[in-house]
């Protein structure tokens, strides 16, 4: 966690610098909404198929934008609680803890919706509690994809309803190795300056 912790501080200001100097439209948001997990295959240790209900989870970002570009830095949580393993019932969840840096294009469509798509890269640290596993966690590569509409509700405030598919690479759970993808429907405000 802490290997996170400063591996997200250094892509922040990083990524922070170029955004600002680059861009001249900052803004806040934050999103909350529903997580659903992939069926995880798990090798290794334990091996079976991992199966997962629908959770929740929230974001927060600061970014930037100038004619219809926007970098954002963004910090993301998710849990969902585990179903079953190898249809066998199980007890606990699973989470993930996200620093991503996104890059987001609003499409000029109209003055009432304005769609936008995007991509991000980072890291996750995706954190096991279960019978199964025991408490194990894992700092990984972590990537999405986000598509969305915006609708302006003053010159300052817009409802933002977005899709995201989220993933990363394979968390080791000590000597379990275990897919980790998720559909993400958020919805959420942002604050322009």
């Known amino acids: ?10 892509m922040m200001v ?3 610098g170029l955004v600002s100097s680059a861009l001249a439209a900052p803004y806040v948001s934050g999103s909350f909404g529903m997580v659903s997990v992939n069926d995880a295959d798990v090798s290794g240790n334990n091996s079976g198929e991992l199966t997962f209900d ?4 929230f974001i927060a970002a600061v970014g930037n934008g100038f004619d219809g570009l926007r970098g954002e830095i963004e910090m993301a949580y998710r849990n969902n609680d585990l179903d079953k393993f190898s249809n066998n019932n199980t007890t606990g969840d699973i989470t993930s ?3 991503m840096g996104n890059i ?3 499409l000029a469509v109209s003055e009432t919706v304005r769609p936008f798509l995007g991509a991000g890269i980072g890291l996750a640290n995706v954190e096991v509690n279960s019978n199964v596993f025991g408490d194990k966690d894992d700092t990984v590569f972590a990537y999405q994809a986000i598509a969305g509409l915006g609708f302006p509700l003053t010159h300052v405030t817009t409802l933002d309803l977005q899709y995201r598919y989220f993933a990363t690479a394979d968390a080791d759970f000590a000597g379990a190795e275990a897919e980790y993808q998720t559909h993400n429907f958020f919805a959420g405000l942002r604050f322009d300056f």
Do not use: N
């Open 1 to 10: 966690m802490k290997k996170m912790s400063i591996v997200g501080l250094a």
């Open 14 to 16: 990083v990524l922070g």
């Open 54 to 57: 629908p959770g929740f989870g």
């Open 97 to 99: 803890l996200a620093v």
């Open 104 to 106: 987001l294009v609003d």
